[in-house]
């Protein structure tokens, strides 16, 4: 587990102190995949770079498996660091060096004995998907499989964290899903904890199961990913949450214009639900017909999410008939947008 209690960072400048972390609280737990979202600006990179220290903190602790790295002499921090991978969005790789001599590197540092180098390479080549490319030169790989370097090295010494700073910004958003995809898999089958840093929701939405809102270097929110969709109280959370799903509050009006006999709703799945067949059930079950009007749904990470608009034709019996098993029968939240 991860406890950050308190922390922040003041940069003292000439003409005036900037604040870019300010007095962040937060507890991670062992095997998340914890996004930090905020725009440019909002401290995420100072955060994450406080976790190891790479920025001394003005304030605050942060213990990582039951450590104080903030109280750790210099000497304790290195050791330290070895549990503590990082991946940077620009790959940070050493350009003269090839693939396995890139991801050897921190093995060197750590004095590993040269056979079992070896044989720990191999392992981590295979385990990023880079087999064949062992002995490419940075410049000859892909911006996919430069990152893919990246957390071998990352990697090499088994750490037990994974920081990533925005480690898919500079990718096209193919080879982001390819690489978001390993970062699951490497969460699943090594149990390791990563805590990223982004300002894209759908890096949130595809991997991460919690998720902390910054902005002006505080946490604003946060939650269970699904949570957080479904209830973004703060104004750069919804920000946020649009980013994938559109705007919620959006131009329905056109909508109830067009479509302006029966009943317009919008329906909210979460979890579980989006994946209940309701539609063809209540049209089934119920003497009215349905018409899908509007909609999205997406697929986090804890199951599905997102909302549909539709019309419900029929007696207005039928319809609250079929309004009220929605209601009751399941966990799918309705919400009248008007009666035409
Ligand atoms: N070394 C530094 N010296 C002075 N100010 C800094 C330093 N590093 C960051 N800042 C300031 O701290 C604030 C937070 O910056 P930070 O880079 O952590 O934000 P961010 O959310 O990561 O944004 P970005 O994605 O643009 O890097 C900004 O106002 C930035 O100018």
Redesign the pocket.
Known sequence: MISIEGLSKV?R?KQKN?T??DDMSLTIHDGDIFGVI??????????IRLLNRLEEPTNGKITIHGEEITAMSKKKLRIARQDIGMIFQHFNLLWSRTVSENIAFPLEIAGVPMEERKKRVSELVDLVGLKGRENAYPAQLSGGQKQRVGIARALANNPKVLLCD?ATSALDPETTDSILDLLVDINERLGLTIIL?T?EMHVIRKICNRVAV?EN?KVVEQGEVLDVFLKPNKPVTRKFVEQVMGDPDGDHNQLLEVYSSGLVVRLHFVGESANQALISKISREFQIEVNILQGKITQTKLGAYGTLIVQINGEPNEINNTIGFIKEETSVEVEVLTHA
């Open positions: 940069f400048l900037i870019a972390v905020g725009y440019s600006g909002a401290g995420k990179s100072t955060f925005e840093i300002h910054m270097g």
